[in-house]
């Protein structure tokens, strides 16, 4: 990736588009916010693919992100905790859980980041 700085942050060009990023959300998406939308996407990705493997029937995946920063360390993204709404019939917390430990370990951002920001989960099952 290449990215080419502007007056108000910088740039890339991607297969998708062009992504703005800037330290003023009005001009671009934040670092940050950058970093946590690829933990959360990612996990819910991995997530659907588990819960297909699995053969448990969903109709939907929500995934809310509650970060937690530090401001003594230049405001560093400290921890994230991952909350996943999951809508459907007959999915029992055991193999909830077992697809989310999956998804840990297969999540390729959440692997990238695990030995410096502290990633948690939790899940709740919404009947469709």
Known sequence: MEFKMTEIGFETTVEYGTLQISGNEEHGFRPFQLLVSSVAVCSGGVLRKVLERMR????????????????KEANR????????????????????????????????????????????????????
């Open 77 to 128: 993204v400290s921890a994230i905790h991952l909350h996943f709404i999951i809508k459907g019939n007959e999915l029992p917390d055991e193999k909830i859980n077992k697809a989310l430990a999956v998804t840990r370990k297969n999540c390729s951002m959440v692997q990238s980041v695990k030995d410096s920001i502290h990633i948690t989960e939790s899940f709740e099952i919404l009947q469709a």
């Open 56 to 71: 448990l029937p969903y109709e939907n995946i929500e995934v809310q992100a509650k970060v937690t920063r530090n401001e």
